[in-house]
């Protein structure tokens, strides 16, 4: 995508093109390289194919939407937009934030689209989702955060599509006034989502410019808000943490009362971007979701290829079937 901006003293437009690592990551270009290890065995995607594929990525370019599937690079985009699953990315394509394990492109966005949350309710009516994940670029230029802007979206897929759940996964509003999340709250997602990303040792080189415990007193608020309100988190493994403050994590969340837990391998987008420490295998990610279920989580999914919004339809139903059997 071309977008335009001023130039530093000419005063005159020139063109950056986020399909250029270097100008799509501006923050990442002077960092060293980091080696891109072989993936292993266990790690393997569909290629994207299919008339199911074609039909989503038509939808989408229809209607002007972004995806985080794109967007990120996520390596399920093959599989999910086969079946018609895609997850929405609203307010714009470009991050105000610079996560190091991040590929959405860094910079000054545009201003917010008014008539996006009615082109995503279009769209998810025509791709015939039961379950809808939302979710969007950090937006600190807004007073909000966007938090008017999901609300939005939410009563636009809510009226165009009323028997379609809603997911949503929202940045932090870190410097917000604490009433914004009221405003997504009293909109009624089904889920709300927001991730952790990693253990809070890591926070200063992976996520600099997030707070871990602004993000946990975030879903711990929810609930406060609307106890019956399902909320998700997720971390990625294999950024340099190890099972104690994987573990420690599990203990904080379940203490902020969050229902679901995700946890997946980080990969590498490019050789800029934090390195891969290691390659969790299988065996310890099992591990991982029978210690959660332990601590009381009310669904976990737990795998290499694990990511927020993949399975999220199916995993939904699992998750409010196991709160009716919790409360009998």
């Given at each position: 995508?071309?977008?335009?901006?001023?130039?530093?003293?000419?005063?005159?437009?020139?063109?950056?093109?986020?399909?250029?690592?270097?100008?799509?990551?501006?923050?990442?270009?002077?960092?060293?390289?980091?080696?891109?290890?072989?993936?292993?065995?266990?790690?393997?995607?569909?290629?994207?194919?299919?008339?199911?594929?074609?039909?989503?990525?038509?939808?989408?370019?229809?209607?002007?939407?972004?995806?985080?599937?794109?967007?990120?690079?996520?390596?399920?985009?093959?599989?999910?937009?086969?079946?018609?699953?895609?997850?929405?990315?609203?307010?714009?394509?470009?991050?105000?934030?610079?996560?190091?394990?991040?590929?959405?492109?860094?910079?000054?966005?545009?201003?917010?689209?008014?008539?996006?949350?009615?082109?995503?309710?279009?769209?998810?009516?025509?791709?015939?989702?039961?379950?809808?994940?939302?979710?969007?670029?950090?937006?600190?230029?807004?007073?909000?955060?966007?938090?008017?802007?999901?609300?939005?979206?939410?009563?636009?897929?809510?009226?165009?599509?009323?028997?379609?759940?809603?997911?949503?996964?929202?940045?932090?509003?870190?410097?917000?006034?604490?009433?914004?999340?009221?405003?997504?709250?009293?909109?009624?997602?089904?889920?709300?989502?927001?991730?952790?990303?990693?253990?809070?040792a890591l926070y200063p080189t992976v996520r600099p410019g997030a707070r871990y415990f602004q993000s946990l007193r975030l879903l711990q608020r929810v609930k406060e808000i609307d106890p019956m309100m399902f909320t998700k988190s997720g971390i990625m493994v294999g950024l340099g943490e190890d099972r104690v403050q994987v573990h420690q994590v599990m203990d904080d969340m379940r203490a902020a009362g969050i229902d679901f837990l995700t946890i997946g391998q980080y990969l590498q987008p490019t050789p800029k971007h934090h390195a891969v420490d290691r390659f969790v295998h299988p065996?310890?990610?099992?591990?991982?979701?029978?210690?959660?279920?332990?601590?009381?989580?009310?669904?976990?999914?737990?795998?290499?290829?694990?990511?927020?919004?993949?399975?999220?339809?199916?995993?939904?139903?699992?998750?409010?079937?196991?709160?009716?059997?919790?409360?009998?």
């Open positions: 995508m071309l977008r335009p901006s001023q130039g530093p003293s000419s005063g005159e437009f020139s063109v950056r093109d986020i399909k250029i690592p270097g100008q799509r990551h501006p923050e990442k270009a002077h960092r060293p390289d980091n080696a891109q290890p072989k993936k292993p065995d266990w790690i393997r995607v569909k290629a994207p194919t299919g008339a199911g594929y074609r039909e989503t990525h038509k939808i989408i370019r229809e209607h002007k939407l972004v995806t985080v599937c794109e967007e990120a690079g996520c390596p399920n985009a093959g599989e999910c937009w086969s079946q018609g699953h895609a997850t929405m990315m609203i307010m714009g394509d470009v991050c105000t934030r610079g996560c190091t394990f991040c590929n959405v492109a860094t910079g000054k966005p545009d201003a917010l689209d008014l008539f996006e949350p009615g082109r995503v309710a279009d769209a998810v009516q025509k791709l015939g989702l039961n379950h809808v994940v939302i979710t969007s670029v950090d937006r600190d230029d807004i007073d909000d955060g966007g938090a008017e802007h999901f609300a939005q979206t939410i009563r636009a897929v809510r009226h165009r599509s009323p028997g379609t759940t809603i997911e949503i996964l929202t940045p932090d509003f870190l410097h917000c006034a604490p009433s914004v999340l009221e405003t997504v709250v009293a909109a009624k997602p089904d889920v709300f989502n927001h991730n952790l990303e990693t253990v809070p065996d310890e990610f099992a591990a991982y979701e029978k210690v959660a279920y332990g601590k009381g989580f009310l669904m976990v999914s737990a795998t290499p290829l694990t990511r927020s919004s993949y399975h999220a339809g199916d995993d939904f139903e699992r998750l409010r079937a196991a709160r009716l059997k919790k409360i009998g």
